[in-house]
């Protein structure tokens, strides 16, 4: 055994279970097949389908120092308990963590407090906070942040303000332009956009500049919650303040568009984001989609459409909302049938309503055949959780 799988299960570590007779040959078996133990352990972490073994297997990994030094393990690790609904073993992993001399390190302890805010456990994200000074940790505005993230992430948006308003001034901390925008996207999720759009005034009184996220948090805020003329003025805004766009700006402005079904005014501004350098993502494509079907311009809507595959990109599931209800609306029931069939062939998300839709329209239309064809697809497709039926059956 290598001196890594020897620190790993050094102790009381016992070989009499399952699960721990398993996790040992499993790492014996990585470190015996390459002589870097390290990526080894981090891929048995990242493709292990048990949670009870991650849980496992991450908690003797932590008592490598190298190990708990790896940001991106920690992130996936804790997601794929967190999708698998099992919260109590996202404690115990990061909880395991107070045993370690990193906890003294403020850094570590803000990583900690982000991963439990991800998560949504924004009350063992506060104990981690409180506990700091325990620990001879000190707290500035980096573990504040962490904290404000915390809340913000679970969704916790009556208390963000209240945070914000009483730590800094008991803790002698200092809010940067990153609590501003934490706290503005806050203010977003309980609904008081007036109140986030002040604080660009409140940030320069504090001889700090409004930066980009915080533009583009506003942005989104404002054009996609359909609170269009407001976001042409923070646009505006943005460009008076001479703060640089990005991809997201123009992302943001372009849904915007679509909402009010503006696709000419769209085409300038995808051209506009091109001559400036920004190459579009996935985003930008649903976005050019949208404004189009909107419009009943089916057509061009594929031909974006067909833009996501170019860039290397799969199509997100709301593309097909805007996409096949367009199709059918304007008698396109051919174009229709095939998409749906792509959407099978390539395995792409699709809201199944979408979908029933698109079969009741091609009995409607005549087409029973080929509705079935898209029943009986829905069926074999276990990678979607739902089943289309055809209109006629109970």
Known sequence: MSSLSRLLFRGTFSFTTPTNRRLFSAVTAAAAKTSQPKPSLITLVNDERDPKFITEKFKKACQAEWFRKNIAVYEKTVRRLAAAKKFEWIEEILEEQKKYPNMSKEGFVARIINLYGKVGMFENA?????????????????????LLNACVNSKKFDLVEGIFKELPGKLSIEPDVASYNTLIKGLCGKGSFTEAVALIDEIENKGLKPDRITFNILLHESYTKGKFEQGEKIWAKMLEKNVKRDIRSYNARLFGLATVKKSEEMVNLFEELKVNGF??????????????????????????????????????????????PAMYKAGDLESAYELCKEIFSKRLLVDGAILQEVVDELVKGSKQVEAEEIVELSKTNDYLQFKLRLSSEE
């Not at 001879?136 to 942040?145: A, D, E, G, I, Q």
């Open 126 to 146: 506060q104990k981690v906070f409180d506990e700091m000074t325990e620990r001879n940790c000190k707290r500035t505005v980096l573990s504040f942040n962490a």
């Open 279 to 324: 190459k579009p993502d996935v985003f930008t494509f649903t976005a050019m989609i949208k404004g189009c079907a909107a419009e009943g311009k089916v057509d061009e809507a594929m031909t974006w459409y067909k833009e996501i595959e170019k860039n290397g990109s799969r199509p997100l599931k709301f593309v097909f909302s805007s996409l096949l």
